[in-house]
């Protein structure tokens, strides 16, 4: 009997044949991985081992079997402990110690007259680096002079008043005892009393004069030798001389307590003007003169700058005078240039930079003739982010290390000064701020450096070998061994690096293996197996 034939089409053999190979590689697979197979014996090439990532596809453990471990160099060793006190580290900059930095700027408008300084120029405290002349110098110079003659004529008139006061004082109550006129003539003959002497002692001459007429009527009165009506009359003269007498003795003693509140008064408005005058110039920036020093010394703010008040006429005629010492040495100096005013270094320290002056521009506030610094100290400046606030907060009462690629090699010291209490809203940081010495001069405002920070008390941290320690974008990591073929990718935070060691803050336990050699190639073979194995 014949079979009657099927036809096979091309898509038919090609399917069935594929079949074929996939259960043979299945089947292959199955015997060389199976636990019947046995570890291999041999490599299928050389320089190819086992090496997968662990079920998942997340990359954190990565297995390597120990011949692979031998071809890619991968050797591991135990993380020990040591002491640290370094906190973190970040960027920074050098910045001029602010106690030691200034803007040279007038604040007077005026003409330059001659510059002394210049650029790079070391210069000491005091010395000249530039002269001005300002017609608003000029103005509140005269005005202190003018004010200051006042204040001497106040004073001069003070002491006139008080002398008038007290003599009158004295004579009143002097007169209140009724003296012989000839005797109050005789102790107040040189002492001044005021404008009323003659009125008083006339007023009280009268009345003694009365008084004694009053009493030898009475007496012939009574003896009936005198009209009692011509009695009568001489008593009622000597009522009314006593009443005018009574009444110039308070009348004066008003007028002169009134005087002398007057020059008292005067002078304290005489001393305000002097005070203005001064203020004015050191709004200016104007160094105050030897008399204004001499006035806030005491001398001329006092109201009883001579002493006691001149009891006698020719003691206080002299006083007011002669004007004191201050302003007679104050007219001498009315030659030199009352306009001409200096601006001199407030401290030890280099110019930095120089506005383009000689002489003969004109100046004002707005112009910043001169920038110095004192550069034997420097501060350093660094930005903490957020995520580090907890480890600034032991660098309080710290120190910092840190280097410039200017200097390779060396490293600089410094005490930490203000460790931020403001977030920077846009960077979301915290200001610190060091102090250094810079006795020679190699650190300079505007130099990029790296910082590490540390704390006031140290502490014991993990340490492992620089070449353990790999970075991905902004992270850091190592493969810590955490079996014979089996390794764990793990995170960890650095403190700082001190030659080929790096510190360890989170991440890490001493007595745990990390990997020290091959790690760079353990990252490489890990990432390329994720690829294939469909992970990140």
């Given amino acids: 009997m014949r079979i009657p034939s099927i036809p096979i089409t091309r898509r038919q053999v090609a399917w069935g044949l594929g079949g074929l190979v996939m259960a043979v590689a299945i089947g292959a697979g199955v015997w060389y991985w199976g636990p019947w197979s046995g570890p291999p014996t041999e490599a299928p090439h050389p320089g190819v081992g086992r090496t997968n990532v662990e079920a998942g596809g997340s990359g954190r453990f990565v297995q390597v ?3 692979r471990q031998e071809d890619l160099g991968i050797r591991s060793a135990e993380i020990v402990s040591g002491t640290m006190s370094a906190v973190l580290n970040a960027p920074g900059q050098v910045i001029p110690d602010e106690s030691r930095f200034a803007y040279i700027t007038p604040r007077a408008k005026g003409v330059i007259r001659e510059v002394r300084a210049q650029i790079g120029q070391f210069v000491h405290k005091g010395d000249l680096l530039v002269s001005i002349d300002s017609s608003e110098v000029a103005q509140a110079r005269l005005s202190l002079i003018d004010a200051l003659l006042r204040l ?11 002398t008038i006061y007290h003599n009158a004082l004295d004579l009143i109550q002097k007169l209140r005892e009724r003296p012989d006129p000839e005797a109050i003539q005789r102790d107040f003959a040189d002492r001044p009393v005021g404008r009323t002497r003659e009125q008083l002692l006339t007023a009280y001459a009268n009345f003694h004069l009365s008084e004694i007429a009053s009493e030898r009527y009475e007496k012939l009165s009574r003896k009936e030798a005198v009209p009692i009506a011509l009695a009568q009359q001489k008593e009622a003269r000597h009522q009314v001389d006593k009443a005018t007498f009574q009444g110039l003795m308070d009348r004066m003693a008003f007028e002169v307590t009134l005087d002398y509140t007057r020059a008292r008064q005067a002078l304290r408005e005489a001393r305000t003007a002097v005070k203005v005058a001064r203020e004015t110039l050191r709004v200016f920036g104007v160094p105050i003169d030897a008399i204004a020093e001499q006035f806030e010394a005491g001398e001329l703010a006092d109201d009883h700058p001579s002493g006691e008040p001149k009891s006698t006429l020719r003691q206080a005629a002299e006083s007011a005078a002669h004007p004191s010492r201050d302003v007679s040495d104050l007219m001498k100096a009315e030659g030199d240039p009352v306009s001409t005013y200096e601006l001199r270094a407030p401290f030890d320290g280099v110019v930095l930079e120089r506005e383009r002056i000689v002489p003969g521009v004109i100046v004002d506030g707005t112009h910043r003739l001169f920038t110095m610094a004192g550069l034997e100290t420097v501060w350093v400046e660094a930005h903490v982010h957020e995520s580090d606030f907890d480890l600034l907060r032991r660098s309080r009462e710290g120190w910092v290390e840190f280097t410039s690629p200017a200097y390779p090699g060396e490293a600089f010291r410094g005490e930490v000064l203000y460790t931020g209490d403001m977030v920077d809203q846009k960077s979301r940081t915290i200001r610190l701020l060091a102090t250094a010495k810079n006795p020679d001069r190699k650190l300079k405002p505007g130099m990029f450096v790296t910082i590490e920070i540390h704390g006031k008390e140290a502490r014991e941290t993990p340490k492992i ?53 091959g790690a760079f190639e353990l990252k490489a073979k890990a990432g390329a197996l994720k690829v294939e194995s469909g992970g990140e």
């Avoid at 004529?153 to 008080?162: M, T």
Wanted: proline letters at 4%; a positive charge.
């Fill in 65 to 67: 079997d120990r011949r």
């Fill in 152 to 162: 001497e004529i106040a004073r001069a008139k003070l002491n006139w008043q008080e």
């Fill in 465 to 517: 070998p620089r070449s353990a320690l790999l970075t991905d974008d902004d992270t850091h990591f190592v493969f810590v061994q955490v079996g014979p073929e089996r390794f764990e990718r793990r995170r960890v935070e650095v403190a700082g690096r001190s030659g080929d060691t790096v510190t360890v803050l989170r991440g890490l336990k001493p007595g745990e293996r990390v990997v020290v050699s």
